[in-house]
């Protein structure tokens, strides 16, 4: 059984920044950040393949965060600039194992794993 373990979140006024981490006890083919606020369906963020390291972004976060990942430690961070009240939300990390790559990894039914979530919340 893959485990995925997060942390980083926390309170940040607007304007601030985050980063989150996410440790895979495996290797997996991409990784991708996921949130939900309350009373709203989960959304993408960002994901990252791990071979080629191609990156790809919700509208709604470009030019702000940035993902990236460290082979060697099998992990995947979450860099998040200039954040804001829209923003706050619980963050999941999730991993995919198997099955091709499709489009931009946006739905959550790419992926095999999923991490507990780290809430992150950003104030007014």
């Known amino acids: 059984q893959v485990q995925l373990v997060e942390s980083g979140g926390g309170l940040v006024q607007a304007g601030g920044s985050l980063r989150l981490s996410c440790a895979a006890s495996?290797?997996?083919?991409?990784m991708g950040w996921f949130r939900q606020a309350p009373g709203k369906e989960r959304e993408f963020v960002a994901a990252?393949?791990?071979?080629?390291?191609?990156?790809y972004y919700a509208d709604s976060v470009k030019g702000r965060f940035t993902i990236s990942r460290d082979n060697a430690k099998n992990t995947v961070y979450l860099q998040m600039n200039s954040l804001k009240p829209d923003d706050t939300a619980v963050y999941y990390c999730?991993?995919?194992?198997?099955?091709?790559?499709?489009?931009?990894?946006?739905?959550?039914?790419?992926?095999?794993?999923w991490g507990q979530g780290t809430q992150v919340t950003v104030s007014s």
């Open positions: 495996g290797r997996s083919s991409a």
């Open positions: 990252i393949r791990w071979t080629g390291g191609s990156t």
């Open positions: 999730a991993a995919k194992f198997w099955g091709s790559w499709s489009g931009s990894g946006s739905s959550p039914s790419q992926y095999d794993y």
